[in-house]
């Protein structure tokens, strides 16, 4: 294995990072449009991943400085819901995130409105239940975000009945950027190391949160952010935030 270094990573992953605000900054201004608006209509946007992807919900909600009307979908959902079972859900033989034909069911566990948007992020695109989900928003009346990596996503096939990929769903499709396996350095050996879509779907989440309250303050709406304890006011503040969507995040 070459020699790989803290710098390494830095200075490669940088050059993805300004490929993706080259390439990516409209996709994402077109994106926090659509959230904006949602949000203006009393909506709710629900962000659903699988597998890492969770993370990019996470980024965006439930800490200081992020907007309140966010839901993040978890699969988990089904178990902590009684809908699986525990055994089911972790099946080897069968990866839950592979399935299709249970979006549907997952949509149907939320309160879910037709104001409401959807950002769905899958790094490869191809597995069956964010294909699902996307198929189920779309045909429901929802607008929907795909993140994914175009270099991984154009070079496999589908796994999903249909042969569609998510891109193919998306009203706004969001290229991370980042490379085939996700795994960024070459190591001068058969493998690479160091996987960096949580870095990159980390960038677009923020960025996205920082475009919609563009966008809201720009319109003269008050943004919906919770504040931080060190505000004046904050515990008042985010309880009445939160009142306002309860059953709905």
Known sequence: MKKITLETFYDELMVVLDTLLDKEEENIQKAAAICAETIENGGVVHVFG??????FGLEMKNRPGSLVPIHCIDTSDFVLKGKVTLE?????DNVFERRPGIADKLYDLYDIRPADCFIIISNSGINGVVIDMAITARERGHQVIVVTSWQHTSSEDSRHPSGKKLYELGNIVID?????GDALIETGRIEKICSISSITGAF?????TAEIAEILQTHGKTVPLLWS??????????????HQYQGRI
Request: net charge negative.
């Open 229 to 242: 304890s060190e505000t004046e006011g904050w515990k008042e503040h985010n309880e009445a935030l939160i």
């Open 176 to 180: 991370n950027c980042g490379p085939k």
């Open 50 to 55: 699988s597998g890492h992807s969770i993370g």
């Open 88 to 92: 089911d859900f972790k099946n080897p």
């Open 204 to 208: 677009i989440a923020q960025s996205l």
